[in-house]
């Protein structure tokens, strides 16, 4: 079984670095840097006390910027409040400057004292605060003592801290020189039509007398801002020569410096515009970058570590992550209810990946203090973030959450509080007019107010998405009043889906299971209408009750099983400019010789026409484990921009035999470079069974005759599939000819196997799951769920097998694990529509070997040949020709010379 906790120490182990180094020792605000600050990151004395006065006494030591509970902090969470101290020098060359202590951010109420003396009080858990060290010499030494309570509170922005609390400090704390009147932030607008762009500049007071700020480009180019006594900030327009967009091909980032009097700050920005623009030729709105649209492929991204929590290890962990995103073909994530750390934006602003912000919310109900709460909190992170080109929306609220009034035993979303809501949208359109703002991130019923996009939220089986997209895209046009509340309506907003997957999808959710398989059906639903501006799917990576992630909880891999189906194919055919869609159905079956037509639709979501090669193969394997080629041909096909269209469909005549085929399609350009890959499967439950050579006998799977399995027996795949645990034996008796033995060659047996652990769902104790499933306390077992069937990653469970025949051992081998993942077509495609799962996309391994002569000269003699599948500890799982990826049977393969075969 895939073990969280393997990951958990792999994690504590890839990152001990941190013992020994100090962590994240980068400047955690590459959009405002000076030159003279000093890191402050590492061990801290720290101890548990509820006092208002610092202790005498520092029980322990924590690893800053690490949230207390985390492991990378080496401090259990065993109280609400903590105090931190440490001793600081001042640098020496520091002089003519003011000192700043900053912290990046620190959940819930943090005061600062100097030693001894209270020097400032934050309230809040998400953003930035500073408090100047007022009196202190370069060089001199100094004690910092820090106390920060983080006793629950209903109001406070929690969102999903049940993954891990954000307990303390919990972002990069550093000293800083400054100037005198120093400049508090920033705020660059760039008008990429007019080729400009204006820095707003805020100082920390309002200027005592006329203040000259200089501004210069990393291009060269300068100007200046004149700042009028009693006025705190100024903007100049610079005409930008020679213009370079931010894109997600090209994000060219022009570095900034503002100069006032001796205050340095170094930032940058990207010239790019966010907008809303009609796909070419229609009245389709799509969220524009540069005047263009962009199809959004976007991952919910919850932004957790298994053990800095909501700390990132490293800032290569953070560069990593957008990498991560990018590999597959995304281009944005959704940071989902957390205010991200500003350096990994900056590697999103870097490498060019759009993102979406959300501000975290409350669980308790909407009243005064949370919604000053969340009105801070908007306003302190656009402040924070406003510099950042990757970000091309803020989403203030989630799926409701936070904004029910309960009374009476009912929630309410009342009309008082979608009027907040509506507000809350108009005051982040004020902080920043530059971006689109999302009122709600809507699901279950519950609509939007005013907003800039019409997102929706959609978790279901993968049959399902046609009929869904289908309805949503015909309801979606100015003046309609879907997915609106009362009183508001459509305007002319790019129509979303902003979360998806099968995670919550089945009756339960799914727990750990192949995603792929639902997940190509619903891209193959979403390409189809091009109403639907874009998609986000649930998730990035997993996290401690949700195993849907693109990636493991610790960034490992997870096996789709693509290029084993298709070669050379991943998950970026499926995140292309153009994609061939067969709609929903990604499995058909029928009998031998019968037509099946498969629709075809081109989508080219991209802003230039022209042609493609469409080559199509067939190819299957038999009841007998034979690989068939069986035709293939090319096409041309012509494309324009921004542009789905039906195809003329395919007939295809299912073969002869007895067969699972892989119909795939390879769409290349003009130059031969292969743009995109899909395929369809073609199952033939009725045809002939016997290979070219030789007689095939098989037995149904579940038609054993004996077995023995102390631990735990049970069956898979709507009884498709035998399952035995610990270690037993499955045996079969087979039917064997008595006829014509002296002209056999040889006898094979083939099965399809794979090992089998025990998951938690097959423990005495199945379905247990404890703590609020919403709140992200779950149950730290990936295979205790109902549905749950983990997916394949790099932590195999093997298991040996030993095959014998009439008592002599015909093969032994390893089974390398029980996997689960696209491949497992058979289980996926016999599963009942029934909003359950049962071992969905497991397969097994096709084992064959020569079974001893002496064995089926004996069976020629009894008419029946005995076989046995035993296991070690690792367990047994066997398949029939409904389960697993192969159309096979627990079979002999009776070989005979060919002379014999003649008479």
Avoid at 296 to 324: C, N, W
Avoid at 583 to 591: D, P, V
Wanted: net charge neutral.
């Amino acid at each position: 079984m895939k073990k969280i906790i393997l990951f958990l120490l792999a994690g504590l182990s890839f990152y001990a670095h941190a013992q020994k180094n100090q962590p994240l020792p980068e400047h955690p605000r590459p959009d405002l840097q000076r030159d003279q600050w000093l890191n402050l990151n590492g061990y801290w004395d720290f101890t548990f006390d509820s006092s208002l006065t610092a202790p005498t006494r520092y029980a322990k030591k924590i690893l800053v910027p690490f949230p207390w509970g985390s492991p990378l902090s080496e401090v259990k969470d065993e109280a609400d409040v903590a105090w931190y101290h440490k001793e600081i020098k001042v640098p020496a060359n520091w002089f003519g400057k003011r000192v700043f202590f900053n912290i990046g951010a620190s959940d819930w109420e943090t005061t600062l004292f100097l030693d001894g003396v209270q020097i400032g009080k934050h309230q809040g858990g998400y953003t930035p605060f500073d408090a100047e060290l007022v009196g202190v010499k370069p060089g001199s030494v100094h004690q910092i003592a820090i106390r920060v309570d983080d006793k629950r509170r209903m109001f406070t922005l929690y969102g999903k801290q049940g993954y891990g609390n954000a307990r303390g400090i919990w972002q990069t704390v550093y000293l800083e020189a400054r100037g005198g009147n120093f400049i508090d932030h920033y705020a660059v607008n760039p008008d990429i039509d007019s080729k400009k762009a204006q820095v707003k500049v805020y100082l920390g007071a309002p200027a005592s007398k006329n203040q000259e700020v200089k501004i210069t480009l990393s291009n060269g180019q300068m100007a200046s801002i004149s700042i009028p006594a009693g006025k705190q900030e100024g903007a100049a327009d610079i005409a930008v020569k020679a213009m370079r967009l931010w894109s997600l091909e090209d994000p060219y980032l022009y570095g900034l410096k503002i100069q006032s009097g001796n205050d340095v700050v170094n930032g940058y920005f990207g010239m790019r515009k966010i907008s809303v623009v009609n796909l070419p030729g229609s009245k389709i709105p799509y969220i524009g970058l540069n005047n263009k649209p962009v199809y959004v492929q976007l991952a919910l991204d919850q932004s957790y570590h298994p053990t800095g929590f909501y700390t990132f290890p490293s800032d290569q962990f953070m560069k990593d992550e957008i990498i991560r995103s990018k590999r597959i073909g995304l281009n944005g994530i959704r940071t989902h209810i957390k205010v991200d750390v500003p350096r990994k934006l900056y590697w999103a602003d870097k490498l060019g990946l759009l993102v979406m912000s959300d501000l975290p919310n409350s669980w308790g109900d909407p009243e005064a203090a949370m919604q000053k709460e969340s009105e801070y909190t908007l306003h302190e992170m656009i402040k924070r973030d406003y510099n950042h080109p990757a970000i091309f929306s803020w989403i203030t609220f989630n799926e409701t959450w936070g904004l029910f009034t309960h009374k009476d035993n009912k929630s309410i979303y009342t009309p008082e509080t979608q009027k907040w809501v509506a507000s809350v949208y108009h005051l982040a359109k004020t902080l920043d007019p530059t971006r689109l703002v999302e009122d709600n991130s809507v699901c279950c019923g519950i609509g939007h107010t005013e907003t800039d996009i019409n997102s929706w939220h959609a978790y279901q089986a993968g049959y399902e998405w046609d009929k869904l997209v289908g309805d949503y895209a015909a309801k979606t046009y100015p003046g309609s009043t879907w997915n609106f509340e009362k009183g508001y309506q459509q305007g002319s907003q790019p129509m979303i889906n902003s979360e998806f997957g099968n995670v919550w999808g089945y009756q339960g959710s799914t727990g750990d299971v192949d995603y792929t398989f639902d997940y190509h059906k619903a891209l193959n639903s979403f390409r189809n209408h091009p109403q639907m501006a874009g998609w986000l799917y649930t998730e990035h990576h997993d996290v401690i009750n949700e195993w849907n992630g693109y990636y493991k909880f610790d960034r490992t891999e997870k096996e789709t099983g693509l290029n084993a189906i298709v070669p050379g194919m991943s998950l970026k055919d499926f995140h292309g400019p153009f994609y061939l869609s067969t709609g929903q159905e990604i499995t058909w079956a029928g009998k031998a010789g019968q037509q099946v037509k498969i629709p075809l639709h081109l989508s080219s979501m991209t802003n230039t026409a022209g042609s493609l090669s469409l080559k199509m193969s067939l190819s299957g394997t038999n009841a007998a484990g034979e690989k068939v080629s069986r035709w293939s041909k090319t096409s041309a096909l012509t494309y324009v921009a921004w542009d789905v269209k039906a195809l003329d469909s395919l007939s295809i005549t299912l073969p002869a035999d007895k067969s699972i085929n892989t119909l795939a399609f390879e769409l290349s350009d003009a130059s031969g470079k292969v743009v995109h890959r899909n395929f369809v499967h073609l199952i033939v439950e009725e045809g002939a069974s016997q290979p070219w050579k030789g007689q095939l006998i098989s037995v149904p799977v579940e038609r054993y005759s004996s077995s023995s399995w102390p631990k735990k027996q049970w069956t898979g795949v709507l009884g498709h599939k035998l399952n035995g645990a610990g270690a037993g034996y499955f045996e079969y008796e087979i039917p064997f000819p008595t006829a014509g033995a002296e002209g056999i060659k040889q006898v094979r047996f083939l099965v399809e196997a794979s090992s089998k652990p025990i998951l938690g769902k097959d423990r005495d104790d199945a379905g247990k799951m404890d703590g609020d499933y919403m709140l992200g306390k779950g149950t730290f077992d990936p295979g205790v769920n109902p549905n749950a069937y983990p997916q394949t990653d790099r932590y195999a469970s093997p298991s040996k097998l030993k095959v014998s025949a009439n008592g002599m051992v015909a093969s032994e081998t390893t089974l390398a694990d029980d996997p689960a993942d696209h491949q497992g077509i058979l289980s996926w495609h016999y599963q009942a529509r029934n909003n359950k799962l049962d071992e969905a996309g497991t397969y097994g391994y096709l084992v064959q070997g020569v079974i001893p002569a002496a064995a089926w000269q004996q069976a020629a003699k009894t008419g029946k040949l005995i076989l046995r599948f035993e296991a070690t500890e690792g367990g047994l799982s066997l398949y029939g020709d409904k389960s697993g990826r192969y159309v096979v049977d627990p079979s002999i393969l009776i070989e005979r010379s060919v002379s014999s075969v003649s008479h």
